[in-house]
């Protein structure tokens, strides 16, 4: 906002707030990816009571759940175009309102095909355009600087939605029932609609703030560039356009398959395997519902932990380096999930818990790191957009694999094994990405297939 002589107008400048409002504003956004990660986290705790009422078998459940991370996945890279075109608070609304309603409406199921609508797609399409998009474009448009905490505890927040609705979402379907835990999720949802609109703002300057962190000549240049944008409506139109063109462009490029497949394996052996069929597997070993949720949910402590150490190893080691180390560690832990399991929990058993913690999303920063090495700061983001599509397509996939071979087996064996060699394909195939200098700045180039550094026409 500019004053007639072209300065910062001191309103702008100087809020009369005891603490900087950005702070409010990431609060609310943590609460709400919360919410969205809340009820994806939780349908594993629901399969039992869904089983026992409807008699529907695991393969059945296993489908919603994967057109559910397979919908999350590929909304997730245009979540940025609807919150370019639209105020950000009224598309994390929307999204809220979708979780909500595909949470909810689960009562009144009587059908499978219905179960897929308002667990894959409702939830689905709600929780992508929840996804970390939303995060990094608050970071970015709410702070000039921490962005860096800002994107760690925001990439915490699927681990925050576990711990925190995990145990409460099992402890109500054992006491009170399935249909009032999916109730609470959805009720969580909804309640935080209200914050989204106070004290919540889609930019500081809709509401007269600048930036954390942002000076008054830097808040100039801002308003003036946001201006010039807002002028030139072509641009906007060509977003959608633009992010699929990354994709087309990106994939001429060896280092591109390769982190698409090894965020494909990631998802398959996180949100497809473990989150969605531990609980189940542990309760075929004659494990408490109750107990395996809590172990989840140790697993969610670690994984915050897991994601802040990674990132500071991103800055010391080379990147691909330490995804080699995660996969192949990750792949050893699951050949021997099977023989853990048990009535009760091994001390092996809680080795596990932390140790899958830590690896569970410690393969984000690395990957993250990649994609900028490989196609330059202006493009990274869209193309990790797209490489985190594959991670919940491969969710997708593993989660129906997993689900499917037990049916037909009677066991989580194959699922685990499987789950292994892809982890240790995903290892061995980083040792062909093309490797860049450790100081290369390829934010002006895209790669040649070899990994040299070419100039974009």
Known sequence: MLNATGAVSA???????????????????????????AFRSTTGALFAPLEEEFGWSRTDLSVAVTVNLVVYGLVAPFAAVLMD???????????????????????????????????????????????????????????????????????AANACGQLAFLPLVVLVAERHGWRPAALSVAGFALLIVPLLLWPFASRPS?????????????????????TATATEPSVRRSLARETVAVLVEAGHHRAFWILFFTFWVCGWSTNGLIQTHFIPAAHDHGMPVTTASGLLALIGIFD?????????????VRPWILLVGYYTFRGLSLLFVHSLLGPEVSPPMWLFIVFY?????????P???????????????????????????????????????????????????????????????????????????????????????????
């Open 11 to 37: 309103d702008v400048a100087h809020p009369r707030w005891p603490f900087h409002r950005a702070w409010l504003v990431a609060a609310v956004t943590l609460l709400a990816l919360v919410a969205a990660a």
């Open 85 to 155: 075109r639209f105020p950000v608070r009224w598309v994390a609304v929307a999204a809220l309102t979708l979780v909500a309603a595909g949470a909810g409406l689960t009562v009144l199921m009587s059908a499978v095909w219905q179960l897929v609508l308002l667990w894959g797609v409702l939830v689905g399409v709600g929780t992508g355009a929840m996804a970390l998009v939303f995060g990094a474009v608050v970071a970015n448009r709410w702070f000039s600087t921490n962005r860096g905490l800002v994107m760690g505890i925001f990439s």
């Open 206 to 226: 809709d509401v007269g703030w600048r930036a954390w962190g942002e000076r008054p000549a830097d808040m100039a240049t801002a308003t003036v560039t946001a």
């Open 304 to 316: 915050v932990v897991g994601v802040i150490l990674s990132g500071w190893l991103t800055d010391r």
């Open 357 to 365: 913690g830590l690896d569970w999303v410690a393969t984000v920063p």
């Open 367 to 457: 990957t993250v790191a990649l994609c900028r090495e490989h196609f330059g700061l202006e493009r990274s983001a869209v193309v990790f957009g797209w490489v985190f599509a594959a991670h919940m397509v491969g969710a997708g996939v593993g989660a129906f694999v997993a689900g499917a071979g037990r049916d037909a087996s009677g066991s989580y064996l194959m699922a685990w094994v499987t789950a292994a060699l892809l982890c240790f394909a995903a290892a061995a195939s980083l040792f062909f990405l093309p490797r860049t200098p450790v100081d290369t700045d390829v934010a002006d180039g895209l790669p040649a297939s070899d990994g040299e550094v070419v100039p974009r026409p």
